[in-house]
Protein backbone atom coordinates (compact mmCIF):
# COMPACT_ATOMS: atom_id res chain seq x y z
CA UNK A 1 0.00 0.00 0.00
CA UNK A 2 1.58 3.38 -1.01
CA UNK A 3 1.68 6.48 0.94
CA UNK A 4 -1.05 8.06 -1.00
CA UNK A 5 -3.60 5.34 -0.83
CA UNK A 6 -2.93 4.97 3.04
CA UNK A 7 -3.86 8.53 3.93
CA UNK A 8 -6.64 8.15 1.96
CA UNK A 9 -7.99 5.26 3.84
CA UNK A 10 -7.08 7.67 7.09
CA UNK A 11 -9.47 10.27 5.44
CA UNK A 12 -12.30 8.07 4.55
CA UNK A 13 -12.20 6.40 8.35
CA UNK A 14 -11.88 9.89 9.63
CA UNK A 15 -15.44 10.51 7.66
CA UNK A 16 -16.60 6.72 8.47
CA UNK A 17 -16.17 7.07 12.36
CA UNK A 18 -18.22 10.04 12.37
CA UNK A 19 -20.65 9.08 9.54
CA UNK A 20 -23.55 8.73 11.72
CA UNK A 21 -23.05 10.93 14.06
CA UNK A 22 -23.26 13.60 11.40
CA UNK A 23 -26.14 12.04 9.83
CA UNK A 24 -28.32 11.94 12.74
CA UNK A 25 -27.89 15.79 13.48
CA UNK A 26 -28.11 16.93 9.88
CA UNK A 27 -31.52 15.01 9.47
CA UNK A 28 -33.14 16.54 13.17
CA UNK A 29 -31.99 20.06 12.04
CA UNK A 30 -33.55 19.51 8.77
CA UNK A 31 -36.58 17.57 10.21
CA UNK A 32 -37.14 20.98 12.86
CA UNK A 33 -36.71 23.50 9.77
CA UNK A 34 -39.26 21.78 7.78
CA UNK A 35 -41.96 21.61 11.12
CA UNK A 36 -40.90 25.35 12.31
CA UNK A 37 -42.04 26.61 8.90
CA UNK A 38 -45.10 24.29 8.27
CA UNK A 39 -46.34 25.07 11.47
CA UNK A 40 -45.69 28.86 10.36
CA UNK A 41 -47.18 28.39 7.21
CA UNK A 42 -50.57 26.81 8.37
CA UNK A 43 -50.65 29.18 11.28
CA UNK A 44 -50.18 26.56 14.17
CA UNK A 45 -49.54 29.17 16.79
CA UNK A 46 -53.02 30.35 16.85
CA UNK A 47 -53.48 26.86 19.07
CA UNK A 48 -51.66 28.52 21.45
CA UNK A 49 -53.92 31.88 21.71
CA UNK A 50 -51.29 34.15 20.29
CA UNK A 51 -51.86 36.83 18.24
CA UNK A 52 -50.41 37.65 14.73
CA UNK A 53 -47.25 39.59 16.08
CA UNK A 54 -46.22 37.15 19.11
CA UNK A 55 -46.25 34.31 15.99
CA UNK A 56 -44.00 36.08 14.24
CA UNK A 57 -41.99 36.69 17.57
CA UNK A 58 -41.93 33.25 18.14
CA UNK A 59 -41.50 32.06 14.69
CA UNK A 60 -38.27 34.44 13.96
CA UNK A 61 -36.89 33.05 17.39
CA UNK A 62 -37.23 29.62 17.05
CA UNK A 63 -35.95 30.09 13.13
CA UNK A 64 -33.10 31.55 14.64
CA UNK A 65 -32.64 28.73 17.62
CA UNK A 66 -32.59 26.52 14.46
CA UNK A 67 -29.79 28.46 13.06
CA UNK A 68 -27.91 28.57 16.24
CA UNK A 69 -28.13 24.70 16.03
CA UNK A 70 -26.56 24.58 12.41
CA UNK A 71 -23.68 26.63 13.35
CA UNK A 72 -22.86 24.38 16.65
CA UNK A 73 -23.23 21.41 14.16
CA UNK A 74 -20.44 23.44 12.02
CA UNK A 75 -18.69 24.10 14.59
CA UNK A 76 -18.72 20.12 15.88
CA UNK A 77 -18.01 18.91 12.39
CA UNK A 78 -14.76 20.98 12.20
CA UNK A 79 -13.17 19.69 15.37
CA UNK A 80 -14.16 16.14 14.41
CA UNK A 81 -13.69 16.12 10.91
CA UNK A 82 -12.89 18.79 9.20
CA UNK A 83 -9.55 19.88 11.37
CA UNK A 84 -8.18 16.45 11.51
CA UNK A 85 -8.80 16.31 7.64
CA UNK A 86 -6.73 19.79 7.36
CA UNK A 87 -3.66 18.29 9.27
CA UNK A 88 -3.87 15.09 7.38
CA UNK A 89 -3.26 17.04 4.35
CA UNK A 90 -0.39 19.19 5.17
CA UNK A 91 1.42 16.62 7.26
CA UNK A 92 3.72 15.70 4.35
CA UNK A 93 5.35 18.72 3.67
CA UNK A 94 5.74 19.10 7.84
CA UNK A 95 7.19 16.19 7.45
CA UNK A 96 10.06 17.26 4.93
CA UNK A 97 10.79 19.45 6.74
CA UNK A 98 10.50 18.93 10.53
CA UNK A 99 12.12 15.58 11.32
CA UNK A 100 12.39 15.48 15.26
CA UNK A 101 9.08 13.53 15.84
CA UNK A 102 8.68 15.68 19.02
CA UNK A 103 8.91 18.94 17.39
CA UNK A 104 6.05 17.57 14.69
CA UNK A 105 3.73 16.89 17.36
CA UNK A 106 4.02 20.52 18.59
CA UNK A 107 3.53 21.75 15.36
CA UNK A 108 0.77 19.78 14.80
CA UNK A 109 -0.90 20.98 18.22
CA UNK A 110 -0.21 24.65 17.14
CA UNK A 111 -1.78 24.18 13.55
CA UNK A 112 -4.65 22.43 15.50
CA UNK A 113 -5.06 25.22 17.73
CA UNK A 114 -4.64 28.08 14.89
CA UNK A 115 -7.17 25.91 12.82
CA UNK A 116 -9.93 26.50 16.05
CA UNK A 117 -9.57 29.71 17.24
CA UNK A 118 -10.26 30.41 12.94
CA UNK A 119 -13.39 28.42 13.53
CA UNK A 120 -14.36 29.83 16.72
CA UNK A 121 -14.15 32.94 15.24
CA UNK A 122 -16.14 32.10 12.53
CA UNK A 123 -19.11 30.59 14.86
CA UNK A 124 -19.16 33.83 16.49
CA UNK A 125 -19.86 36.06 13.49
CA UNK A 126 -22.15 33.37 12.75
CA UNK A 127 -24.31 34.09 15.56
CA UNK A 128 -23.96 37.56 15.61
CA UNK A 129 -25.44 37.86 12.10
CA UNK A 130 -28.10 35.81 12.99
CA UNK A 131 -29.70 37.08 16.52
CA UNK A 132 -28.06 40.41 15.17
CA UNK A 133 -30.56 40.81 11.97
CA UNK A 134 -33.75 42.23 13.77
CA UNK A 135 -31.98 43.57 17.06
CA UNK A 136 -29.82 45.92 15.49
CA UNK A 137 -31.37 46.60 12.19
CA UNK A 138 -31.74 45.66 8.59
CA UNK A 139 -28.81 47.92 7.51
CA UNK A 140 -26.51 46.93 9.78
CA UNK A 141 -27.23 43.22 9.17
CA UNK A 142 -26.75 43.96 5.13
CA UNK A 143 -23.83 45.33 5.79
CA UNK A 144 -22.50 41.55 7.92
CA UNK A 145 -23.99 39.88 4.74
CA UNK A 146 -22.32 41.96 2.46
CA UNK A 147 -18.97 41.76 4.47
CA UNK A 148 -19.15 37.87 4.95
CA UNK A 149 -19.84 37.55 1.00
CA UNK A 150 -16.74 39.54 0.34
CA UNK A 151 -14.69 37.76 3.40
CA UNK A 152 -15.67 34.66 2.06
CA UNK A 153 -14.52 35.52 -1.91
CA UNK A 154 -11.44 36.99 -0.50
CA UNK A 155 -11.04 33.57 1.47
CA UNK A 156 -11.67 31.50 -1.52
CA UNK A 157 -9.48 33.39 -3.67
CA UNK A 158 -6.71 32.95 -1.31
CA UNK A 159 -6.95 29.20 -1.52
CA UNK A 160 -6.84 29.30 -5.21
CA UNK A 161 -4.39 31.05 -4.60
CA UNK A 162 -0.34 30.89 -3.54
CA UNK A 163 -1.01 33.64 -0.86
CA UNK A 164 -2.22 31.78 1.56
CA UNK A 165 0.09 28.62 1.14
CA UNK A 166 2.85 30.76 1.62
CA UNK A 167 1.68 32.50 4.72
CA UNK A 168 0.73 29.05 6.40
CA UNK A 169 4.11 27.95 5.38
CA UNK A 170 5.39 30.68 7.33
CA UNK A 171 3.51 29.56 10.36
CA UNK A 172 4.85 26.13 10.04
CA UNK A 173 8.27 27.01 9.55
CA UNK A 174 8.92 29.39 12.33
CA UNK A 175 6.88 27.11 15.03
CA UNK A 176 9.17 24.01 13.62
CA UNK A 177 12.56 25.80 14.55
CA UNK A 178 14.76 23.72 12.14
CA UNK A 179 16.41 26.62 10.66
CA UNK A 180 16.93 30.24 11.60
CA UNK A 181 18.51 33.39 10.51
CA UNK A 182 22.07 32.98 9.74
CA UNK A 183 22.31 29.05 8.95
CA UNK A 184 24.08 27.66 6.18
CA UNK A 185 21.31 25.53 4.20
CA UNK A 186 20.44 23.78 0.95
CA UNK A 187 17.28 24.01 -0.21
CA UNK A 188 16.68 22.29 -3.81
CA UNK A 189 19.80 23.40 -6.11
CA UNK A 190 20.00 26.92 -3.93
CA UNK A 191 23.30 26.94 -1.47
CA UNK A 192 23.79 29.34 0.83
CA UNK A 193 23.03 31.47 4.46
CA UNK A 194 19.41 32.33 5.49
CA UNK A 195 19.38 36.50 5.74
CA UNK A 196 15.50 36.86 6.34
CA UNK A 197 12.53 34.69 7.05
CA UNK A 198 9.29 36.59 5.70
CA UNK A 199 5.72 35.92 5.58
CA UNK A 200 5.89 34.96 1.87
CA UNK A 201 9.46 33.86 0.75
CA UNK A 202 12.84 33.17 2.44
CA UNK A 203 16.16 34.87 1.93
CA UNK A 204 19.63 33.57 0.99
CA UNK A 205 22.51 34.48 0.24
CA UNK A 206 24.36 32.39 -1.52
CA UNK A 207 28.31 31.84 -1.77
CA UNK A 208 28.47 34.53 -4.70
CA UNK A 209 26.57 37.22 -2.74
CA UNK A 210 23.16 36.52 -4.81
CA UNK A 211 20.27 37.18 -2.84
CA UNK A 212 17.54 34.67 -4.09
CA UNK A 213 14.53 34.46 -2.88
CA UNK A 214 12.14 31.30 -2.62
CA UNK A 215 8.62 31.17 -1.97
CA UNK A 216 7.69 29.64 1.32
CA UNK A 217 5.21 26.72 -0.34
CA UNK A 218 8.50 26.05 -2.18
CA UNK A 219 10.43 25.97 0.48
CA UNK A 220 8.16 22.90 1.97
CA UNK A 221 8.08 21.39 -0.97
CA UNK A 222 11.79 20.93 -1.03
CA UNK A 223 14.44 18.86 0.73
CA UNK A 224 15.75 20.83 2.96
CA UNK A 225 19.56 20.72 4.46
CA UNK A 226 20.27 22.38 7.24
CA UNK A 227 24.43 22.46 7.75
CA UNK A 228 24.57 24.70 10.69
CA UNK A 229 22.42 22.00 12.99
CA UNK A 230 25.25 19.49 12.30
CA UNK A 231 28.39 19.24 14.09
CA UNK A 232 30.03 17.09 11.43
CA UNK A 233 29.11 17.36 7.98
CA UNK A 234 29.91 14.74 5.04
CA UNK A 235 31.26 15.96 2.27
CA UNK A 236 32.41 13.70 -1.27
CA UNK A 237 34.46 13.78 -4.09
CA UNK A 238 34.24 11.38 -7.14
CA UNK A 239 37.27 10.45 -9.33
CA UNK A 240 38.03 7.96 -12.24
CA UNK A 241 41.06 6.52 -12.89
CA UNK A 242 42.22 3.82 -14.80
CA UNK A 243 42.74 -0.48 -14.41
CA UNK A 244 46.45 0.49 -14.43
CA UNK A 245 46.57 2.50 -11.24
CA UNK A 246 47.73 0.48 -7.83
CA UNK A 247 44.55 0.91 -5.82
CA UNK A 248 46.58 1.10 -2.76
CA UNK A 249 48.18 3.79 -4.11
CA UNK A 250 45.41 5.48 -5.28
CA UNK A 251 43.27 5.44 -1.81
CA UNK A 252 46.46 6.80 -0.03
CA UNK A 253 47.21 9.59 -2.53
CA UNK A 254 43.48 10.77 -2.42
CA UNK A 255 43.36 10.25 1.41
CA UNK A 256 46.71 12.66 1.72
CA UNK A 257 44.85 15.65 -0.35
CA UNK A 258 41.93 15.32 1.93
CA UNK A 259 44.47 15.44 5.02
CA UNK A 260 46.67 19.04 3.43
CA UNK A 261 42.69 20.77 2.99
CA UNK A 262 42.55 23.18 5.61
CA UNK A 263 39.14 22.05 7.65
CA UNK A 264 39.07 18.71 6.96
CA UNK A 265 38.85 17.06 10.12
CA UNK A 266 41.29 13.84 10.52
CA UNK A 267 40.40 12.58 14.30
CA UNK A 268 39.89 9.46 15.14
CA UNK A 269 36.25 7.77 13.49
CA UNK A 270 36.30 11.13 11.39
CA UNK A 271 39.55 9.83 9.07
CA UNK A 272 38.81 10.86 5.25
CA UNK A 273 38.28 7.18 3.70
CA UNK A 274 38.09 6.35 0.21
CA UNK A 275 35.36 4.28 -1.33
CA UNK A 276 35.23 2.08 -5.26
CA UNK A 277 31.85 3.33 -6.22
CA UNK A 278 32.28 1.33 -9.73
CA UNK A 279 34.02 -0.52 -12.02
CA UNK A 280 33.51 0.93 -15.81
CA UNK A 281 34.51 -0.15 -19.10
CA UNK A 282 37.62 1.93 -19.12
CA UNK A 283 37.84 2.79 -15.27
CA UNK A 284 37.42 2.92 -11.69
CA UNK A 285 35.28 5.08 -10.03
CA UNK A 286 37.17 6.30 -6.58
CA UNK A 287 34.78 7.99 -3.89
CA UNK A 288 36.67 10.28 -1.67
CA UNK A 289 34.89 10.97 1.94
CA UNK A 290 35.73 13.12 4.44
CA UNK A 291 34.07 15.43 7.27
CA UNK A 292 34.72 18.80 8.19
CA UNK A 293 33.09 20.96 11.62
CA UNK A 294 32.91 24.23 9.47
CA UNK A 295 29.46 24.02 7.71
CA UNK A 296 29.54 27.74 6.47
CA UNK A 297 32.67 26.96 4.47
CA UNK A 298 31.44 23.59 3.33
CA UNK A 299 31.35 25.27 -1.04
CA UNK A 300 35.56 26.74 -0.49
CA UNK A 301 36.66 23.64 1.29
CA UNK A 302 35.28 21.47 -1.33
CA UNK A 303 36.98 23.28 -3.95
CA UNK A 304 40.46 22.97 -1.63
CA UNK A 305 39.71 19.77 -1.79
CA UNK A 306 39.39 18.72 -5.55
CA UNK A 307 42.71 21.56 -6.05
CA UNK A 308 44.20 19.13 -3.40
CA UNK A 309 43.39 16.21 -5.16
CA UNK A 310 44.59 17.65 -8.58
CA UNK A 311 47.98 18.35 -6.97
CA UNK A 312 48.35 15.02 -5.59
CA UNK A 313 47.51 13.34 -8.04
CA UNK A 314 49.70 14.83 -10.44
CA UNK A 315 52.66 14.76 -7.82
CA UNK A 316 51.99 10.73 -7.61
CA UNK A 317 52.15 10.29 -11.87
CA UNK A 318 48.41 9.30 -11.87
CA UNK A 319 46.23 10.31 -14.74
CA UNK A 320 42.64 10.86 -14.46
CA UNK A 321 40.58 9.28 -16.77
CA UNK A 322 38.06 10.24 -19.39
CA UNK A 323 35.74 8.42 -21.72
CA UNK A 324 38.20 10.23 -24.51
CA UNK A 325 41.50 9.44 -23.62
CA UNK A 326 42.66 6.13 -21.42
CA UNK A 327 45.95 4.91 -20.37
CA UNK A 328 46.44 1.48 -19.48
CA UNK A 329 50.39 0.77 -18.69
CA UNK A 330 51.36 4.08 -21.15
CA UNK A 331 49.77 2.79 -24.04
CA UNK A 332 46.93 4.34 -25.89
CA UNK A 333 44.23 1.88 -26.13
CA UNK A 334 41.87 1.26 -28.84
CA UNK A 335 38.83 3.58 -28.09
CA UNK A 336 35.12 2.35 -28.75
CA UNK A 337 34.00 3.77 -32.38
CA UNK A 338 32.15 6.55 -31.49
CA UNK A 339 34.52 8.46 -29.29
CA UNK A 340 37.39 8.04 -32.20
CA UNK A 341 34.91 9.75 -34.73
CA UNK A 342 33.90 12.36 -31.96
CA UNK A 343 37.86 13.32 -31.85
CA UNK A 344 38.28 13.44 -34.99
CA UNK A 345 35.51 15.60 -36.05
CA UNK A 346 37.11 17.87 -33.28
CA UNK A 347 40.07 17.70 -34.95
CA UNK A 348 39.00 18.81 -38.16
CA UNK A 349 37.17 21.57 -36.75
Given amino acids: ?9 IRVSIVGKYLGWMTIRAV ?6 IALQTVHSFHGFEYFGLNEAT ?9 RAIFSLVVWFFLSLSKKIIIPAAILTVSPALGKIV ?38 GTWFADLLGNGLVIM ?15 ILGYAILGGTHEFKVGDRVQIGDVHGD ?20 IPNLTVMNKEIHNY ?3 RDVALNVQVTLGYDVDKDHAQGTLIEAAKKTSGILSVPDKEPFVLLRELGAYAVTYDLNAYTDEPNRLVQIKSELISNMLIELKKA ?6 PALVFVKGEEKTLPQPITQYMDSRKAN
Avoid at 100 to 128: E, R, W
Fill in 194 to 213: IIDIGFFFIHIRTIRAEIIS
Fill in 228 to 230: SSL
Fill in 28 to 33: VLIALF
Fill in 317 to 322: GIVIAT
Fill in 152 to 166: LTFILGLFSSSVLGN
Fill in 55 to 63: QDLVYMVLL
Fill in 99 to 136: RDPTVAKKTNKSITNYLTYFIYIITIGALVFIWAYQFI
Fill in 1 to 9: MTTKQAKRR
